[in-house]
């Protein structure tokens, strides 16, 4: 009866199954901590995160792997993927704690056991080459967050959120499941490798294809968070409680990011002509309205709610200028601008939502811009840390949003959509004045509130990291740079 | 030739000087933040001495290179040079930043350290700009010196600060990105090149030429400012502490017109020729109509804000003439304006900071309380207004003497301003000091201590010296000068 079965290669999942076995682990040993602050189950994570990177580097070979029936990938753009992502996680966790411990609902075992399963749902999108393992990573992420979002149960708005983020949510899997069994119909396969080669060797029914499409784009925009398919951002980020706001609004658009590639450019490249033009209209929409809707808000976590729509959009230009009439010279370039767009972002949010649960403190969330007003009085360091933040998030020079900017902008000049450029750079602009604005808050009002920050000292010292690393790789961005793109040279 | 990286001392030991200075915390610290301040722009302004005493006059290219790779990802080099135009305004950089920690000595009283290391940071970031040859290097600090003056405004400004922060950050902010959109355009069609220096050699049609050279006309007008995109100039002097205002006339306007010579001349060299009837209508229209302009405001400020935009009027005018004399008389205007733009609004400052107020209307009679401040004021007045043996005279006299040549009824209009110019300056000086003593408050003026004396004749001095004896100052730009208008001369289509 098992004569045809083969134990698959498991060493390129190996940090997947590490995972996998400590979270079950954490789980089982959170059962047996007395301990109020949990400091067990905390240092168990962050060392099962530090775990997986040391796994990573281990078992990284640079080559292009399959494994489990080409079901799995694993190549040098999933490794470096991968180690920024367990970087984020620890990041996030550590950023967490102290919010956590603070908020009775939310010190639970379960915290941290969810964002590990939601680390492994991004893991295995990240390494997916076929459409149901993209689905089972995206579900397992998408179902720890609904739970992590819900999760401070007496908070209205945080159920609503959730609530709304679950239903949103659902449609986007259908949305997205919808497209995948069209392309299946259209070629026979649902290997994202088996797709391309089908695609290449032609005889496809193009309208099948491309209604397939429609719906894939769909789906994964929503993941992304793009317009029109941006309703959810908001209101979740604003609704999550802060320390889950950071996980939602960092780590995934990683992995978002991995799917898109997966996806469009690893299976779908020969149709680039079909989906870059949808993508141009989300990106182009997602700059305007992201950027636009930000300058009317008053919550400090709904305006990077639209900042973060109007990065994505940003970012989705790396994308739409990787193949110019059939032309895939300008590929690398644009697809690692794209990648080094998203590191950046992924640093810059971090910091930013690290610096809210710094100022926040045990029954105050510092989630209204008002909170910020004279924070250069109370404490100058972070005013200044905050400042750097924001200026690089409007992608002033000398920090990391510049040249993440700049990288992207310079693929988009290069595949000669010089309109598009002068776009992004007009919607950039009228960005600037609500980052602008963060930093008059800071430092040209009077504080309305003069506690002392209260933070402790190792998150004071890791938000002081984020924001000055966001300066250092302004001045120094060629390693992630040249990172990105031979990660990229290597797997595509 | 020294082998110290002077440049590179330039830009990062005012940057340095800054960082330390913020380490000493609250205002408890202010006159150790002072001090610290005044030996960094001092220890700042000396290594930049060499570059004028060690500078080869014969050689029209760049001196004191450095080149080292900075992002080899995108060919981007951390590439410094200076020649005898952009040589000056490294010192005069360095120089106004000693005049502007001294100026803030005792009027700034609310948050010294950043206040003192908001300026450093800014003069070490202008360095920067002026020695910049590569692309991308030029624009990140072209574009990083808009956050301290933003702050600067912001922080230490008058009761409209807000709106002119933002209005000067996101008017400049438009201006450069439209810049970085053409650099990376002149990046790709020199195939992978940031040098400043090679495109200066590239071949490129008359089409994308006119594209660019509008790329960047729209970035430096807004820089220099050029009517009609001028308007943010006037809220953020009135708006500025006396410092700002000092930076912002006698540095940072003059960064927009350097843009002209480092890039919209030599890489566009024919759209040059064929726009040139515009640059030079807008610079007629800031000579002549913001003359005007500035004759009729009620606040001091704002008048000699509008009087910079008038004389920037002639930089840009001498610029497009394509002449030897004309480049050089506007880089005489250009350093001269630096000093007596600079000493015109310290001495706004002077009164501002005993009466607070700016309106002409509120003075008449100081020179009775304050006889040493009002012949001071009146030597840069005078200047202001292009007083033969003052640096003012100077620019202005070659511009228009170039502009004779180039065409009358442009001479014409251009000279015309000598007398607008004699007439808003010397009208408000006569408003201000002579006549009776109008009200108790110029009543109760107390003359310039040592402090006040001693910045304001340093910077009679310089404008004196420069109103005289130009030379020192001219000859280091021929040999560059004549090597722009070579590179301006030849043709770039192919």
Same mark, same amino acid.
């Given at each position: 009866?098992?004569?045809?079965?083969?134990?698959?290669?498991?060493?390129?999942?190996?940090?997947?199954?590490? @995972?996998?076995?400590?979270?079950?682990?954490?789980?089982?040993?959170?059962?047996?901590?007395?301990?109020?602050?949990?400091?067990?189950?905390?240092?168990?994570?962050?060392?099962? @995160?530090?775990?997986?990177?040391?796994?990573?580097?281990?078992?990284?070979?640079?080559?292009?792997?399959?494994?489990?029936?080409?079901?799995?990938?694993?190549?040098?753009?999933?490794?470096?993927?991968? $180690?920024?992502?367990?970087?984020?996680?620890?990041?996030?966790?550590?950023?967490?704690?102290?919010?956590?411990?603070?908020?009775?609902?939310?010190?639970?075992?379960?915290?941290?056991?969810?964002?590990?399963?939601?680390?492994?749902?991004?893991?295995?999108?990240?390494?997916?080459?076929?459409?149901?393992?993209?689905?089972?990573? $995206?579900?397992?992420?998408?179902?720890?967050?609904? +739970?992590?979002?819900?999760?401070?149960?007496?908070?209205?708005?945080?159920?609503?959120? +959730?609530?709304?983020?679950?239903?949103?949510? +659902?449609?986007?899997?259908?949305?997205?499941?919808?497209?995948?069994?069209?392309?299946?119909?259209?070629?026979?396969?649902?290997? !994202?490798?088996?797709?391309? %080669?089908?695609?290449?060797?032609?005889?496809?029914?193009?309208?099948?294809?491309?209604?397939?499409?429609?719906?894939?784009?769909?789906?994964?925009?929503?993941?992304?968070?793009?317009?029109?398919?941006?309703? #959810?951002?908001?209101?979740?980020?604003?609704?999550?409680?802060?320390?889950?706001?950071?996980? !939602?609004?960092?780590?995934?658009?990683?992995?978002?990011?991995? !799917?898109?590639?997966?996806?469009?450019?690893?299976?779908?490249?020969?149709?680039?002509?079909?989906?870059?033009?949808?993508?141009?209209?989300?990106?182009?929409?997602?700059?305007?309205?992201?950027?636009?809707?930000?300058?009317?808000?008053?919550?400090?976590?709904?305006?990077?709610?639209?900042?973060?729509?109007?990065?994505?959009?940003?970012?989705?230009?790396?994308?739409?200028?990787?193949?110019?009439?059939?032309?895939?010279?300008?590929?690398?370039?644009?697809?690692?601008?794209?990648?080094?767009?998203?590191?950046?972002?992924?640093?810059?949010?971090?910091?930013?939502?690290?610096?809210?649960?710094?100022?926040?403190?045990?029954?105050?969330?510092?989630? %209204?811009? %008002?909170?910020?007003?004279?924070?250069?009085?109370?404490?100058? #360091?972070?005013?200044?840390?905050?400042?750097?933040?924001?200026?690089?998030?409007?992608?002033?020079?000398?920090?990391?949003?510049?040249?993440?900017?700049?990288?992207?902008?310079?693929?988009?000049?290069?595949?000669?959509?010089? #309109?598009?450029? !002068?776009?992004?750079?007009?919607?950039?602009?009228?960005?600037?004045?609500?980052?602008?604005?963060?930093?008059?808050?800071?430092?040209?009002?009077?504080?309305?509130? %003069?506690?002392?920050?209260?933070?402790?000292?190792?998150?004071?010292?890791?938000?002081?990291?984020?924001?000055?690393?966001?300066?250092?790789?302004?001045?120094?961005?060629?390693?992630?740079?040249?990172?990105?793109?031979?990660?990229?040279?290597?797997?595509? | 030739?020294?082998?110290?990286?002077?440049?590179?001392?330039?830009?990062?030991?005012?940057?340095?000087?800054?960082?330390?200075?913020?380490?000493?915390?609250?205002?408890?610290?202010?006159?150790?933040?002072?001090?610290?301040?005044?030996?960094?722009?001092?220890?700042?302004?000396?290594?930049?001495?060499?570059?004028?005493?060690?500078?080869?006059?014969?050689?029209?290219?760049?001196?004191?290179?450095?080149?080292?790779? *900075?992002?080899?990802?995108?060919?981007?080099?951390?590439?410094?040079?200076?020649?005898?135009?952009?040589?000056?305004?490294?010192?005069?950089?360095?120089?106004?930043?000693?005049?502007?920690?001294?100026?803030?000595?005792?009027?700034?009283?609310?948050?010294?350290? &950043?206040?003192?290391?908001?300026?450093?940071?800014?003069?070490?970031?202008?360095?920067?700009?002026?020695?910049?040859?590569?692309?991308?290097?030029?624009?990140?600090?072209?574009?990083?010196?808009?956050?301290?003056?933003?702050?600067?405004?912001?922080? *230490?400004?008058?009761?409209?600060?807000?709106?002119?922060?933002?209005?000067?950050?996101?008017?400049?902010?438009?201006?450069?990105?439209?810049?970085?959109?053409?650099?990376?355009?002149?990046?790709?069609?020199?195939?992978?090149?940031?040098?400043?220096?090679?495109?200066?050699?590239?071949?490129?049609?008359?089409?994308?030429?006119?594209?660019?050279?509008?790329?960047?006309?729209?970035?430096?007008?807004?820089?220099?400012?050029? *009517?009609?995109?001028?308007? *943010?100039?006037?809220?953020?002097?009135?708006?500025?502490?006396?410092?700002?205002?000092?930076?912002?006339?006698?540095?940072?306007?003059?960064?927009?017109?350097?843009?002209?010579?480092?890039?919209?001349?030599?890489?566009?060299?024919?759209?040059?020729?064929?726009?040139?009837?515009?640059?030079?209508?807008?610079?007629?229209?800031?000579?002549?109509?913001?003359?005007?302009?500035?004759?009729?405001?009620?606040?001091?400020?704002?008048?000699?804000?509008?009087?910079?935009?008038?004389?920037?009027?002639?930089?840009?005018?001498?610029? /497009?003439? /394509?002449?030897?004399?004309?480049?050089?008389?506007?880089?005489? =205007?250009?350093?001269?304006?630096?000093?007596?733009?600079?000493?015109?609004?310290?001495?706004?400052?002077?009164?501002?900071?005993?009466?607070?107020?700016?309106?002409?209307?509120?003075?008449?009679?100081?020179?009775?309380?304050?006889?040493?401040?009002?012949?001071?004021?009146?030597?840069?007045?005078?200047?202001?207004?292009?007083?033969?043996?003052?640096?003012?005279?100077?620019?202005?006299?070659?511009?228009?003497?170039?502009?004779?040549?180039?065409?009358?009824?442009?001479?014409?209009?251009?000279?015309?301003?000598?007398?607008?110019?004699?007439?808003?300056?010397?009208?408000?000086?006569?408003?201000?000091?002579?006549?009776?003593?109008?009200?108790?408050?110029?009543?109760?003026?107390?003359?310039?201590?040592?402090?006040?004396?001693?910045?304001?004749?340093?910077?009679?001095?310089?404008?004196?010296?420069?109103?005289?004896?130009? &030379?020192?100052?001219?000859?280091?730009?021929?040999?560059?000068?004549?090597?722009?208008?070579?590179?301006?001369?030849?043709?770039?289509? =192919?």
């Amino acid at each position: 009866m098992f004569d045809n079965f083969v134990v698959p290669n498991l060493l390129p999942a190996a940090p997947e199954i590490f @995972l996998v076995v400590m979270a079950l682990a954490i789980l089982m040993i959170d059962l047996l901590v007395k301990d109020s602050r949990r400091t067990v189950t905390f240092a168990l994570t962050q060392l099962t @995160l530090i775990g997986c990177a040391a796994i990573q580097f281990a078992t990284s070979t640079g080559e292009i792997t399959y494994t489990f029936s080409n079901m799995f990938v694993d190549d040098l753009m999933s490794d470096l993927l991968k $180690l920024f992502l367990y970087m984020t996680v620890v990041i996030v966790m550590f950023y967490s704690r102290g919010y956590v411990i603070d908020r009775e609902a939310m010190n639970k075992g379960e915290y941290y056991v969810l964002a590990l399963f939601a680390t492994l749902g991004m893991m295995v999108m990240i390494s997916a080459n076929h459409f149901l393992t993209i689905y089972i990573g $995206l579900e397992l992420l998408s179902l720890s967050l609904y +739970a992590m979002v819900a999760m401070n149960r007496e908070s209205v708005v945080s159920t609503e959120a +959730a609530m709304k983020y679950f239903v949103l949510g +659902a449609l986007a899997s259908g949305l997205l499941l919808y497209g995948m069994s069209m392309i299946y119909g259209a070629t026979g396969t649902l290997e !994202i490798t088996g797709i391309a %080669e089908r695609l290449y060797g032609g005889g496809v029914n193009k309208t099948v294809m491309v209604f397939g499409l429609v719906f894939l784009v769909a789906g994964l925009a929503f993941k992304l968070g793009v317009v029109p398919f941006h309703m #959810w951002i908001p209101d979740v980020y604003h609704g999550a409680p802060t320390s889950v706001t950071l996980f !939602i609004g960092s780590a995934p658009k990683l992995a978002a990011f991995a !799917i898109v590639m997966r996806l469009l450019v690893n299976g779908l490249i020969t149709m680039a002509q079909d989906w870059q033009a949808m993508l141009v209209i989300l990106s182009v929409l997602s700059m305007a309205i992201g950027n636009l809707a930000a300058i009317a808000q008053t919550n400090f976590k709904r305006m990077l709610a639209y900042s973060a729509i109007s990065h994505m959009g940003f970012m989705l230009l790396g994308i739409v200028t990787g193949v110019v009439g059939g032309d895939a010279r300008y590929a690398l370039n644009a697809y690692s601008s794209a990648m080094f767009y998203v590191i950046a972002y992924v640093l810059m949010s971090a910091g930013t939502f690290g610096m809210i649960l710094l100022m926040s403190r045990a029954g105050f969330e510092a989630d %209204e811009l %008002e909170d910020l007003k004279g924070l250069n009085k109370r404490s100058p #360091w972070f005013a200044g840390i905050m400042l750097m933040l924001m200026f690089s998030m409007a992608g002033v020079p000398f920090f990391i949003g510049f040249f993440a900017k700049f990288s992207v902008l310079q693929a988009v000049v290069a595949a000669g959509y010089m #309109w598009l450029a !002068i776009v992004a750079v007009l919607f950039s602009l009228i960005g600037a004045f609500y980052y602008l604005r963060v930093v008059k808050l800071m430092y040209f009002d009077a504080p309305a509130d %003069e506690t002392p920050l209260s933070a402790g000292m190792d998150m004071r010292i890791l938000v002081s990291v984020n924001g000055l690393a966001v300066a250092f790789l302004g001045i120094f961005p060629q390693v992630i740079m040249s990172l990105c793109a031979y990660a990229l040279l290597r797997s595509l | 030739m020294s082998t110290y990286p002077l440049l590179s001392l330039a830009i990062w030991i005012p940057i340095v000087a800054g960082l330390v200075v913020l380490t000493t915390g609250g205002d408890r610290n202010a006159p150790l933040a002072r001090m610290l301040a005044l030996i960094g722009a001092v220890v700042a302004f000396l290594v930049t001495i060499p570059l004028w005493t060690n500078f080869d006059v014969a050689n029209g290219g760049m001196q004191f290179v450095e080149l080292k790779t *900075w992002i080899p990802r995108f060919n981007i080099n951390y590439h410094l040079g200076v020649d005898g135009i952009s040589m000056l305004f490294v010192i005069l950089n360095a120089f106004i930043t000693i005049i502007v920690v001294a100026a803030g000595w005792e009027v700034i009283e609310q948050k010294v350290a &950043q206040y003192n290391a908001a300026f450093l940071i800014m003069s070490g970031l202008m360095n920067g700009i002026f020695t910049s040859l590569d692309g991308v290097l030029f624009y990140v600090f072209f574009e990083a010196s808009l956050i301290p003056l933003y702050l600067i405004i912001g922080v *230490w400004g008058g009761p409209n600060r807000v709106y002119a922060a933002f209005k000067f950050f996101l008017y400049t902010l438009f201006g450069s990105l439209l810049f970085l959109l053409a650099l990376m355009y002149l990046f790709i069609q020199s195939g992978g090149s940031f040098s400043i220096l090679e495109w200066h050699k590239l071949p490129i049609a008359l089409g994308p030429q006119i594209w660019l050279f509008l790329a960047f006309l729209i970035a430096f007008a807004v820089k220099v400012p050029m *009517w009609p995109v001028h308007t *943010w100039l006037p809220d953020a002097h009135v708006e500025a502490p006396t410092g700002g205002s000092i930076v912002l006339a006698a540095i940072a306007l003059k960064l927009g017109a350097y843009g002209f010579l480092r890039f919209s001349l030599p890489i566009a060299p024919d759209a040059s020729h064929e726009l040139s009837t515009l640059v030079i209508a807008l610079s007629l229209i800031a000579v002549v109509y913001i003359g005007f302009v500035a004759l009729v405001q009620a606040d001091m400020k704002k008048l000699v804000a509008y009087s910079s935009i008038a004389h920037m009027g002639f930089v840009t005018l001498g610029f /497009f003439m /394509f002449s030897a004399m004309g480049i050089e008389g506007a880089l005489v =205007q250009m350093v001269s304006h630096g000093f007596v733009s600079g000493a015109m609004f310290f001495c706004i400052g002077v009164m501002y900071d005993r009466v607070h107020s700016r309106q002409i209307a509120d003075y008449g009679g100081v020179v009775n309380k304050m006889p040493k401040f009002a012949a001071l004021f009146m030597l840069f007045t005078m200047a202001n207004a292009g007083l033969p043996a003052t640096s003012g005279f100077v620019g202005e006299f070659m511009v228009i003497l170039g502009a004779v040549k180039f065409n009358f009824w442009v001479a014409f209009a251009a000279a015309s301003s000598m007398v607008i110019g004699a007439a808003y300056s010397l009208w408000m000086y006569k408003r201000v000091i002579f006549g009776d003593v109008a009200n108790h408050h110029v009543e109760e003026l107390t003359d310039i201590n040592k402090r006040e004396f001693a910045i304001l004749a340093v910077l009679a001095v310089a404008t004196l010296w420069m109103g005289i004896y130009p &030379q020192p100052f001219t000859e280091v730009m021929h040999a560059s000068v004549n090597d722009l208008l070579h590179h301006v001369a030849i043709s770039k289509i =192919q």
